[in-house]
């Protein structure tokens, strides 16, 4: 048997992310650990887990009939394998579970190593507001427009946000699902997620048919983390899924990024605290995202400025002059000079600058502020 | 001449923060700088300015004159003089403005060092929204009630909404102007600023009488800067005076703080900046700035966090079982075996802890979920 059937076996009876098997594989390779649980030895413990689920199983068939939809399944050998999610067998698990996927069902005709070459994670609140939902969106699209792939959950809120805001953009995005990729959860998806996988890729590492468990929502969001270089949340109340998203992502040393909001909008509490304590970077547009996401100096967001005004340019010497220059009744340089408490030699020349800057102008009666040209 | 007459006549002829006349003052003393000004000599070009200023001048008279108006005159001699201030003569100057005040102007009973004690300055555009001025407001009110001053500058927007905040809590607050005390700027400002001097303090750098003029706005904002053990930007377009403040908070190692704000709002753009690259804290309430100015440890606000569940508290295994249990047809423990991946001797376990934690219940058909204890 290959290490591809072997490890799409595996996939169907173990859990996400199960660490023991995780290391057993990485020790014996998947053909022998698979043989080791058919002559059921208990390696690990892990026997007596998935004994009951070993029973009918037929993982080439499975590879077939899953072939036969448009999916396939994507093993750590293959060319395709996206390397960043190795990082995971890097990071420390979290209780016992968060390791590399055995592999990737996936369904859509791109290569995920290329879709996931440049790409950030936008995650959030399932009950998003619609300024949050605005945002992301507005987020994606501007990372699509960027040809940099945006990767989400597929879930109500922030997560069809983000999608829709890539997608109408023509950009490249993946969802990864915690459940088959043949299944739409939410059902109300259905339409979203075929037309990601029309135009993207919609992944999991769950085989068909699977349904999702909230044990399987947690590990899901490892893979967001993982194939992301950053995660952005958008919106995330003090429960919210998204903070385990940014978990991962801090502790596989992507770059973590948290979209402000009203401090009155629970579902900005979190964020703003991922922001204050977890040394998430605080973006505001999709180029704040491109600029910290891509290679030192080659994105270089425009910092947010007014247009610099004429006035701007004057010492403080010159604004002290000017602010004494009348609006309405025209006065003498002596005048000015005692109003601004500058010496009126000074002044003079001062009002020369002024008079060039066209930000005076000179009267029979004296001198008086202009408007600035525009 | 008394130094404290000296220096009043100095505040009269020059422009706040002028440090040539600072760094005069701190070496020869009010008293020689005013007779050297007075004999005409030219000392660092200070005489030529001030020239025009000079005719005329009574200072004992402007003192007297003021305290019937029931101003008075502090200078770095008084014992009511806020140290905090003298922070100004170590930070860098701003080109050549920015050092200690010669004296400050005040109106109102309570003592100024004893009032900046414990003081947060809380700053904003004028062109405040409903959300900052809101903020604002909270803010100063949670202040006000932990005992701290609230230092603004008595214009429109957020420095109304947090002077009023500050009242409201029947806290005390200090309104440091840029033109004389005596004076309301702006003129709608007329009953705030007296509710102000009666229960707390009005100050300013320029006598009674004095306009305000751009240059002396940048020379207050120093001061609220000073004054405060920190300064809270509540909203700041990209060209607001409240980034000047912020500014200043810097240069004087104060602590900045921040409140964000929609990304989508102008207003909230400048703090957002400011949170991003100028290192401001970001702070949402106002015990996120009492924890901030308070000594290490002594005041630690709340973090926000939902209530824990009796799911938290569950292992991940635990967490698989319990997933697998049905909501609606109950199953047997090895049907739940199968489903969640996890031994069927292990499920019995489990399922007797989830049993005691409410939430499974035993029927003659097999395990349920029940909906956990409220």
Chains 1, 2 share one sequence.
Not at 6 to 35: C, F, I, K, M, T
Not at 95 to 102: E, H, N, S, T, V
Request: charged share 25%; hydrophobic share 40%; glycine share 8%.
């Amino acid at each position: 048997m290959s290490e591809r059937v072997a490890r799409a076996a595996l996939s169907r009876l173990s859990e996400p992310g199960d660490v023991r098997l995780g290391v057993l594989v990485g020790r014996l390779g998947a053909n022998r650990v698979y043989e080791l649980l058919r002559e059921e030895q208990d390696v690990a413990g892990v026997y007596t887990d998935v004994a009951a689920r070993l029973r009918g199983l037929e993982p080439e068939r499975e590879i077939e009939r899953a072939a036969a939809e448009g999916i396939r399944f994507v093993c750590p050998e293959d060319d395709e394998w996206p390397r960043a999610l190795d990082d995971l067998d890097r990071a420390e698990p979290l209780q016992d579970r968060g390791c590399r996927p055995l592999g990737l069902w996936v369904k859509g005709e791109r290569r995920l190593d290329e879709a996931c070459r440049r790409a950030a994670a936008v995650v959030g609140s399932r009950s998003a507001t619609t300024y949050g939902a605005g945002v992301a969106s507005d987020i994606a699209a501007c990372l699509a427009d960027k040809q940099m792939t945006v990767v989400s959950g597929a879930a109500f809120g922030i997560d069809q946000a983000a999608h829709r805001g890539s997608l109408a953009a023509r950009g490249l995005t993946v969802a990864v699902l915690a459940c088959g990729v043949d299944r739409a959860y939410p059902s109300a998806h259905r339409n979203l997620l075929d037309y990601i996988s029309d135009t993207g890729l919609v992944v999991s590492e769950l085989p068909p048919g699977c349904a999702p468990t909230r044990v399987r929502f947690l590990s899901r969001n490892r893979l967001i983390a993982a194939l992301g270089q950053g995660t952005v949340v958008v919106e995330a109340a003090v429960r919210s899924g998204a903070l385990n998203t940014a978990n991962w992502a801090t502790r596989l040393h992507r770059v973590l990024m948290g979209v402000p909001g009203p401090v009155t909008s629970a579902p900005s509490q979190g964020v703003h605290e991922l922001i204050r304590s977890r040394g998430a970077a605080l973006v505001t547009r999709g180029e704040d995202v491109l600029e910290l996401l891509s290679p030192s100096g080659s994105f270089l967001g425009e910092v947010p400025r007014a247009p610099v005004l004429v006035t701007d340019r004057l010492s403080d010497r010159e604004r002290q002059v000017l602010d004494a220059v009348p609006r309405l009744r025209p006065a003498g340089t002596d005048s000015i000079a005692r109003t601004a408490g500058v010496a009126a030699r000074d002044v003079s020349v001062v009002m020369q600058r002024l008079h060039s800057l066209r930000l005076v102008e000179n009267t029979t009666a004296g001198w008086r502020r202009s408007e600035p040209p525009e």
